[in-house]
């Protein structure tokens, strides 16, 4: 039996997470049991959704990012409702750079902007286009995207492509999340003596639920 306390000591050990240190360099550990923080391994991505909301609140985060999902070529592909997002861009895929952002509140387009490297505010998108054709200022999301499959039918504007942002946890859940892998998400703690811990969390999805949470942490000195 004397042999056997020990042992179970190296075992704990090698299970319990080490904490990092200033300058130690970042440690990453991966739960595959149970669970961090109230995220739990075998959720299915709605309910990992629904409690990253409240996380979100606790540790004052508000978006997600969705890896590998990548632009899409016409208004038909972006995911219904549009308004589980606030902002969508378009943005030219060849020559000369030109983006449009159209951020929403309430369902409503209160926000056009358009420009290469600076966003200039403009009331409608395209502007040499009647009303009832263009994006405007005030447009419902109903009508935002038949118009701009109207726009899609022709260059230039067939040509750009449609961007989300990261995923705003203030807005439902959007059930197209639950076709991608890998969510992630980054938040800081103020630890004592003037010390903050960087949160990089990884969330890995196989077979329609959570598997892998992947947590990197980094302390660093605030500075004043």
């Known amino acids: 039996m004397k042999f056997v306390f020990p042992l179970v000591l190296l075992t704990l050990a090698a299970c319990t997470p080490k904490d990092p240190t200033v300058g130690g360099g970042p440690v990453t550990d991966e739960i595959t049991r149970g669970g ?59 020559g000369r750079t030109d983006r ?19 966003l200039d505010s403009i009331p409608q998108w395209p502007a040499a286009l009647p009303a009832s054709q263009a994006v405007v200022l005030g447009d419902s999301l109903t009508t935002l995207v038949p118009k701009l499959t109207e726009l899609y039918r022709e260059e230039p504007y067939a ?29 800081s703690e103020d630890r004592d003596a003037g010390v903050t811990e960087r949160h990089n969390v990884s969330l890995r999805f196989a077979a329609g639920e959570l598997d892998v949470i992947r947590v990197t942490r980094e302390r660093f000195e605030r500075v004043h």
């Open 159 to 187: 040509s750009y492509a449609l961007i989300l942002p990261d995923k705003p946890l203030d807005r439902p859940y959007d059930p197209a999340m639950g076709s991608y892998n890998v969510w992630n998400f980054t938040f």
């Open 100 to 118: 449009v952002v159209l951020q929403f509140t309430d369902q409503i387009v209160d926000v056009i902007e358009r420009g290469g490297g600076r």
């Open 36 to 94: 961090r923080y109230n995220l739990r391994i075998g959720s299915p991505p709605a309910t990992v959704y629904a409690r990253l909301q409240a996380l979100g609140l606790e540790k004052t985060f508000d978006r997600i990012n969705v890896a590998a999902r990548t632009p899409y070529g016409h208004p038909t592909d972006l995911p219904v409702p549009l308004g589980n997002y606030d902002v969508l861009t378009l943005e030219t895929t060849t």
